[in-house]
């Protein structure tokens, strides 16, 4: 029997480099994110200015951080930002474990297995975040005894993880079976196969969509505001409900969560560089 | 083992069956081996002879059927217990490895003395003839020397059974011809039982120690080049492996003699000829470079005369279509492949009337 095997080739979009003005280069790069930002920044204080609001942009600082006696006091909007980071930091390590098990499991040749993965995914797509989040901590946590952070870190890491399986999954399907049969013909076992010789392969597959994937786990760490932790959200609703400068508190959260996310981003990238330099000439 | 095969035969595949589905994609076939021998399974796209490697390899579970090995009974066993060597038609060589590391992970998994393992990637990269390249990844590799290193990697585990699947397909002609006669020296000389699946025809006749011959997923016939060749089995065989002339309506007048229209062809028995009855109707084939030219006439035995209707040039030889009036307006037309040297000489052209001789021993004869 005939097959046209089709390799797995990565060619981004944009592989081509521009090599004829390779001096103006980072003077372009700039100016191109200068533009992806300064733009829709000077369209907001436009129409802000316009805008018969009374805006009070000074007052923000003290909820960042002040000085008192030369040393530096993180105000709300850092503390919440602090909540945040170490729940997305543990989030999105235990996403990824819990995506991982979870693809494997649904390639497993045990049906048990297989269903296990495949209840918990269906059960976790078809229900929304909010709802994870209220039944872990006001059903589960008080069965358990489990605090509210960490339900709150369970309910996110099940959440993305169950997205998370099914982009590793889509990368481990695109690696050929016959990586996996010349594999097994050598001897190899099933967790050297996964090791060696699969997901070095899926990695880069894997990479682009799994971060957009943590960038939505960054983002919907905001919904734990809702059982009272502490987080750069709730901090941010707790400032409003004191001071009503709700236009100001609110873009002065977007724009840490940008810098979080996009952080995020410049990560991800680079670590998509590193991994299909490696083999893919 | 079994009342099928001798206990001297180092593989032996009994009444292997595959189904997928409605689909029979191999029905009954059995085959065996000696140790050290070449096989090679030759057929059409889609005629199951993949399915067959698969199956031996431990990646097919057949439907029923066994296949064993030096007497022991594999057909349960999982690939990575059977101890084979496979080559995949497109190498599936790992990317993210280097040459050396592919030829390398199925010995370290044996062994834990990594400088053993050293050693032997080397030897086996000498081997192949890739000395100095172990530390390139597959993608800096020609076809060629993919191809190379991934014989390295299945010869590595010392297979009790190298398989091949349409190993040179991917190759330039002129790499794959170099490439047929290293694979056969180095199968050769380390005495691996090797079988390989093809559809090329000449691959098949040129390394084989045996051929395989499948069609629709049916065994139908097995024996050396040679045989296979000059003495086809079936009209399938004769016209998959090289070319062949067939002549409809024949009958079988008494024994050896065949009419053909008005034409009494003489046949040698033993060529087929024997199974047919008396006024049975046959179909009989001549290979085209079995028909002789007879360019000064002659009237002797089966000396036919035909017309010239097209000359087709193949570099050492002309292909001639020969028109053969049968009876009234009916006729049958019949390549024969002269060789050029004789076609310039005896001037022929097309439309010119030319008698041709076919041997009394190389036609076969075929159930209608």
């Keep these: 029997m005939e097959k046209i095997e089709t390799k797995t080739i990565i060619l981004p979009l944009n592989h081509k480099k521009n090599t004829q003005y390779t001096w103006l280069n980072p003077a372009i790069g700039f100016s191109k994110n200068l533009m992806f930002f300064a733009l829709p920044a000077a369209l907001i204080w436009y129409l802000a200015d316009k805008s018969d609001y009374n805006w009070q942009w000074y007052r923000i600082v003290k909820y ?90 369970l309910a996110l890491s099940l959440f993305e993880g169950a997205y ?90 977007a724009v840490i969560y940008i810098i979080i996310t996009a952080g995020l981003s410049i990560f991800t990238h680079f670590l998509e560089k590193k991994f299909s330099k490696s083999f893919n000439n | 083992m079994t009342q099928h095969g001798e206990i001297s035969d180092y593989l032996s595949v009994h009444q292997l069956t595959k189904k997928f589905g409605k689909f029979t994609a191999l029905d009954d076939i059995s ?49 990575s217990r059977r101890n084979v060597g496979i080559v995949f038609q497109s190498y599936a060589l790992f990317p993210n490895l280097t040459a050396e590391d592919n030829i390398a992970y199925g010995l370290k998994q044996r062994s834990k003395k990594a400088k053993g393992v050293e050693g032997r990637v080397t030897e086996l990269l000498e081997t192949v003839g890739l000395s100095g390249m172990g530390n390139k990844y597959p993608a800096q590799l020609s076809g060629g020397q993919q191809q190379r290193v991934a014989l390295a990697r299945a010869m590595a585990i010392s297979p009790h059974l190298l398989l091949l699947d349409e190993p040179l397909s991917a190759l330039d002609a002129k790499v794959r011809i170099r490439l047929r006669s290293e694979i056969r020296q180095l199968q050769k000389r380390l005495g691996v039982t090797t079988i390989m699946v ?16 499948i069609d629709r997923g049916k065994l139908v016939q097995m024996g050396t080049p040679g045989e296979v060749y000059d003495k086809p089995a079936t009209p399938f065989v004769a016209s998959f492996i090289g070319s062949m002339n067939f002549i409809t309506k024949v009958r079988k007048m008494e024994d050896g003699i065949f009419g053909v229209g008005e034409h009494r062809l003489k046949i040698s028995n033993g060529r087929g000829a024997r199974r047919v009855q008396n006024g049975e109707p046959v179909m009989i084939g001549v290979r085209p470079e079995d028909v002789m030219i007879q360019a000064d006439g002659g009237d002797g035995i089966n000396t036919l005369n035909t017309l010239v209707s097209a000359i087709e040039y193949r570099g050492s030889l ?51």
């Design chain 2, 198 to 213: 093809t559809h090329d025809q000449e691959e098949a006749l040129t390394m084989a120690d045996r051929i395989l011959i």
């Design chain 2, 31 to 79: 085959f065996s081996t000696k140790l050290g021998e070449f096989l090679c399974v030759l057929g059409p796209s889609g005629c199951g002879k993949t399915t067959v490697l698969r199956a031996i390899a431990g990646l097919e579970k057949p439907t029923s059927g066994t296949i064993v090995v030096e007497g022991r009974d594999v057909t349960q066993l999982p690939v």
């Design chain 2, 318 to 368: 002309f292909r001639l279509s020969l028109n053969l009036p049968i009876s009234g307006n009916d006729y049958t037309t019949i390549d024969a492949d002269v060789p050029s040297e004789k076609v310039r000489r005896l001037g022929l052209q097309e439309n010119m009337h030319l008698p041709i001789h076919l041997p009394v021993d190389r036609i076969r004869v075929y159930a209608a």
């Design chain 1, 164 to 253: 998370a399986s099914e982009i590793i999954r889509a990368g481990i399907v695109s690696v050929s079976t016959e990586q996996w049969e010349a594999a097994a013909s050598i001897g190899l076992k099933p967790f050297r196969i996964y090791r060696h010789i699969v997901l070095p392969q899926a990695i880069p597959v894997i990479i682009p969509p799994l971060a957009g994937q943590m960038i939505s786990l960054i983002k919907d760490s905001a919904l734990v505001s809702t059982i009272a932790l502490y987080d750069l959200t709730m901090e941010g609703q707790m400032i409003i409900a004191e001071t009503y400068m709700v236009f100001e508190i609110w873009f002065a959260v």
């Design chain 1, 64 to 153: 960042i951080g002040t000085f008192q006696k030369e040393s530096f006091i993180p105000g709300p909007l850092l503390k919440g930002l602090w909540v945040t980071l170490q729940i997305s930091v543990i989030s999105l390590f235990l996403s990824c474990l819990t995506g991982l098990i979870t693809a494997v499991f649904r390639l497993s040749p045990s049906f048990a297995l297989r269903a296990i993965a495949r209840i918990y995914l269906e059960v976790i797509r078809n229900t929304p975040l909010i709802v994870q989040i209220f039944f872990l901590y006001f059903v589960l946590s008080p069965v358990l005894g489990i605090e509210r952070f960490t339900s709150a870190v």
